[in-house]
């Protein structure tokens, strides 16, 4: 199951040899598409991309927690965390399948 991982510079690649920007070009535009997903989300935004997904900053609550070395129950600080939703069309096409749910 493991793959290649994709780099921001096989990102810039991609765009380079399917846009035809020059190759400067294309890595600015991945950065700057990059920071401004960053920038909404440390701001608590929603970053939805049709047919992808969505990026969603949850708040977590402190809670209680154990190490599971000791057992010593420790405390977890309350904090932020971002998940990723896919949309039903991603879902579909890493398995396969239309998005309608025909074959």
């Known amino acids: 199951m493991a793959g290649k991982t994709v780099t921001r510079a096989d990102l810039s690649e991609a765009v380079y040899q399917k846009v ?13 598409v990059l920071a401004e997903i ?4 440390a701001a608590g ?3 939805k991309l ?3 997904g969505s990026f969603i900053v949850r708040e977590k609550g402190e809670r209680i927690g154990r ?4 057992g010593v129950e ?3 600080d309350p ?11 991603l879902k579909a096409r890493i398995n396969g399948e239309t998005a309608n749910g025909e074959d």
């Open 38 to 41: 960053c920038d909404c989300l």
């Open 50 to 52: 049709s047919s992808f």
């Open 45 to 47: 935004e929603t970053v």
């Open 79 to 89: 904090r932020r965390v971002m998940v990723f939703k896919p949309s039903n069309v």
């Open 74 to 76: 420790v405390p977890i």
């Open 20 to 32: 035809g920007l020059s190759r400067t070009e294309s890595a600015e535009l991945v950065e700057r």
């Open 67 to 70: 190490n599971p070395k000791t």
